[in-house]
């Protein structure tokens, strides 16, 4: 496992990380990042983790920008991990802009903080693989891929894994409305996080 004892997680992005945080005592929320932590903390009683949310709603990268200061350097995270791309090929943020301003965020940090990355794939906009509408998020997930290998960081493929499991199965449900998880696909999403940071074995 990567993480060691004493160390702060912290987990940025829009509603999907969000999940309600600001109605959760431990201001986590009830989506996967709850799940991750609470995995770990079963997984590794040993390991005291700090896991921060920081998820907001509807936000794109260029929210994130804003508030980059207050939520993440102030924070000082030893691991950041970032989830972020939906509402950016809604909102029609350029795939330029959104790739310029991921990798300034990154350079900010590097500089900044001692964190390490963890770059999430988007997920999903459709349950359906075969309609055509996740091809729309095709661009985003290849500049996070890109942006990854560019600073070293862990990427979670969480697009793909949506993409491979949708294709397998006809009868189980990941989402509430094809874009915001339900439990399932909230544990999909913390399983996946959790074996790309050595968590869990393959």
Known sequence: MNFQDGQKLLFIGDSITDSGRKDDPDGLGGGYVRMARDYLSIAHPAVFLQIEN????????????????????????DWL???????????????????????ELLEETKKRT????????????????????????????????????????????????????????RRRTLTVDQVHMNSTGNWFMAMNWLKACGVIKE
């Open 81 to 103: 991990t970032i989830s972020i791309g939906i509402n950016d090929e809604w909102k029609e943020v350029g795939l330029t802009k959104y790739r310029d301003t991921y990798c």
């Open 54 to 77: 920081r998820g907001v709603s509807g936000e794109t990268i260029l929210d994130l920008h804003a508030r980059w200061q207050e939520d993440v350097i102030a924070l000082k995270p």
């Open 114 to 169: 001692d964190a390490s990355f963890i770059l999430m794939e988007t997920t999903i906009i459709s349950e359906d693989p075969d309609d055509g509408k996740n091809e729309r998020l095709l661009p985003y997930n290849q500049a996070i891929r890109e942006v990854a290998q560019q600073f070293g960081a862990i990427l979670v493929p969480q697009n793909r894994l949506f993409t491979s499991y949708l294709r397998e199965q």
